[in-house]
């Protein structure tokens, strides 16, 4: 009976202050009596109910634990995980972002708080002779030989759509690209106006769906593509394979979310569910992907165009290595977007168990480049989890170019990890088409957070690489990085990792099991399986 007690009481309680409100004509047991009853029918109800035991069990009592339940992620975030606790970032990871937005101090006093001792504590050797860059624009040339080329900052906007981030987000993140003269990627969702309004430097990013450059099918528009691409604010093109979030996966917007607004950004019509497609119509082989990339380049009238991707099948990337060997297409850039980026909202078995973590990912697109050869012709980016200006040299010490962050920049924004994207319902305004709530976001204010957080991470990564001796990050290589491997027991990771010697793979396959097993049989004319991989799979057929 114990179960049924809160209830037994509410149901007793409120006969009693009707009752008394009848007997004495009192106004105060009247009132008291109106939440009773509410409570009463309430219990009523969880008892008649069929579909949740827990409430039959638990009249009443039960919507106390849903009330506890809905609020864990906040309890816990502010009152249970430790500083260190990467749940997806950690709050000293966050800290630092906001410290660095806000340009107050990021001083930290009494000595460091993580495990020094700890395996995976990484940290970049100094110098006796340490160095000192005057300017920290730290800058990559891309596409040198085309009729349009780019130089890019090391630290610029990850791909996020508007529509996945709010208007006043979009607006914020451009002009913080505009003042620190770095790029923001626009993702998949098209160039929308809140992209064009402060003139920021943009990198349009075309996915699956096409939108801002398909015709009434869907399918991919010429002429619409050479119109958007030739806009001078777009100084780079971008084909979207897959993404760290939700690899080989599509997407669906409801109709019920394409607004008129998102609808003409994106080229679909109103009120329709818009369909992003997991995989692209344009082309079906490695080649194919090579000539459409340089379709691309030759529409947007000599601007550097690349791809993006996170690594699944080896075998898949490597039919793109050989399909450059074979036909001497070459992308300008390459960006590598680790398993562990996540401003998409996806299913958690994709983001928890799909896909190629960043180091790995970018080792083997990095590795396999310097083996054909073409490396120096190429640039690579990264992105997954970069916050600091440490995360960004231990990236280009395992091959990167340049490194893009999404999530590091919407904490620049104000985004306190309430882990809300998916519901329309975010705190800050960040990520919601909500406008009660997107009008609040101050554009002038978080753009300026945009950008002291672009600025002040390069100012400390300069100083970080000036006390190994360096002067521009280009020069970090795998030697500067340690890494505890054993409580007595550390890496660099030159000798953790197997790099390859340039144009090795040219001449034979090296002693590195991924390469042995997959190289020899990938095909530029197709992203088959080899048929190793293939005779795996005899043994599960039945007939």
């Known amino acids: 009976m114990g179960r049924y007690l809160t209830f037994a009481l509410c149901v007793v309680m409120a006969l009693v202050s009707i009752a008394l409100a009848s007997l004495h004509a009192s106004v105060g047991w009247a009132i008291a009596a109106v939440p009773l009853l509410a409570l009463t029918v309430l219990g009523t109800v969880d008892l008649m109910q069929k579909r949740a035991t827990l409430r039959r069990s638990y009249p009443l009592t039960a919507h106390f634990r849903y009330g506890l339940e809905a609020f864990r992620p906040e309890i816990r975030q502010y009152f249970i995980e430790d500083d260190q606790d990467e749940v997806p970032f950690s709050r000293q990871q966050r800290a630092l972002v906001y410290q660095r937005a806000k340009n107050v101090s990021d001083v930290v006093p009494f000595g460091s708080e993580l495990p020094m001792y700890g395996t995976q504590y990484e940290w970049i050797n100094h110098s006796l002779v340490p160095a000192h860059a005057e300017s920290h624009d730290f ?102 394979l897959s993404q760290g979030a939700k690899p080989g996966h599509g997407g669906m917007l409801p109709g019920a979310k394409v607004t008129p607004e998102i609808a003409e950004t994106r080229g679909i019509p109103v009120g329709q569910d818009c369909e992003s497609p997991a995989a692209h119509t344009t082309f079906s082989t490695p080649l194919g992907l090579l000539e459409f990339v340089d379709r691309m380049r030759t529409l947007s009238g000599g601007k550097p165009a690349g791809f993006k991707l996170a690594i699944g099948h080896p075998w898949e990337w490597f039919g793109i290595a050989r399909a450059m060997l074979d036909s001497g297409i070459l992308p300008d850039f390459i960006v590598v977007d680790g398993a ?139 030697e500067h990085i340690l890494r505890r491997v054993s409580p007595t027991e550390v890496r660099s990771l030159a000798a953790l990792y197997r790099f390859l010697e340039p144009g090795e793979l040219l001449t034979g396959v090296p002693e590195h099991a991924v390469f042995k097993t997959f190289w020899p049989s990938a095909r530029a004319d197709s992203f088959a399986p080899p048929a190793r991989a293939s005779a795996m799979h005899v043994a599960k057929r039945t007939h």
């Open 340 to 478: 562990e980026g996540g401003t998409g909202a996806a299913p958690s078995e994709f983001i928890n168990h799909v896909g190629l973590p960043l180091q790995e990912a970018l080792m083997l697109v990095h590795n396999t480049l310097v083996g054909i050869g073409l490396r120096d012709r190429i640039r690579v980016a990264a992105a997954g989890k970069i916050t600091s200006g440490f995360d960004i040299a231990r990236t280009l010490a395992m091959g990167a170019d340049w490194c893009n962050a999404g999530r590091g920049f919407m904490f620049s924004l104000g985004c306190i990890q309430s882990r809300t994207c998916h519901t329309d319902q975010c705190p800050t305004g960040v990520a919601t088409q909500d406008p009660a709530r997107w009008r609040l976001l101050d554009v002038p204010d978080k753009a300026n957070r945009v950008f002291h957080f672009h600025q002040n991470t390069l100012k400390a990564l300069r100083d970080m690489i000036g006390a190994a001796g360096l002067e521009h990050p280009m020069q970090i290589g795998p």
């Open 139 to 240: 800058r990559v040339p891309v596409g040198d030989e085309r009729a349009q080329p780019y130089t890019a900052s090391i630290f610029n906007i990850s791909a996020m759509s508007f529509g996945s981030l709010s208007a006043n987000a979009i607006r914020a993140l451009n002009l913080g690209a505009k003042r620190g003269n770095f790029f923001h990627d626009t993702g998949e969702g098209a160039i929308s106006e809140y992209h064009r309004e402060h003139g920021g430097d943009l990198v349009w990013e075309i996915g699956s769906g096409y939108f801002g450059c398909r015709d009434a099918k869907g399918r991919f528009d010429e002429d619409l593509f050479a119109r958007h691409a030739a806009e001078p604010q777009v100084r780079m093109v971008e084909l979207k």
